[in-house]
């Protein structure tokens, strides 16, 4: 099983919400995942993104590869915390 950390969108039409979740790669976008770790918030400026840090550093410990964005993401908030 190959876990994926990637973004689960949510929210309204054109006022997106997406949540940070681990979940297996062969999932849909949207569909089932394994934990949820944060939360992204394009809708507020400054974008709000809150993770984890004690989840995500388990989940990367274990083989979970994150995406280009989740880990564009992630880089922001640890260099910002």
């Known amino acids: 099983m190959a876990v994926k ?3 689960a969108r949510g929210g309204a039409k054109k006022h997106p919400f997406y949540q940070i979740v681990a979940a297996d790669s062969r999932y ?10 944060g939360y992204y918030d394009p809708n507020v400026d400054p974008p709000l993104v809150k ?3 004690d989840r995500l ?3 990367l410990e274990n083989g979970a590869q994150p995406t280009e964005v989740v880990k564009h993401l992630v880089q922001k908030v640890t260099v910002e915390s």
């Open 5 to 7: 950390l990637r973004l």
């Open 28 to 37: 849909a976008r949207n569909g089932r995942f394994l934990e949820r770790i």
């Open 51 to 53: 993770v984890r840090q």
């Open 57 to 59: 550093a388990y989940w």
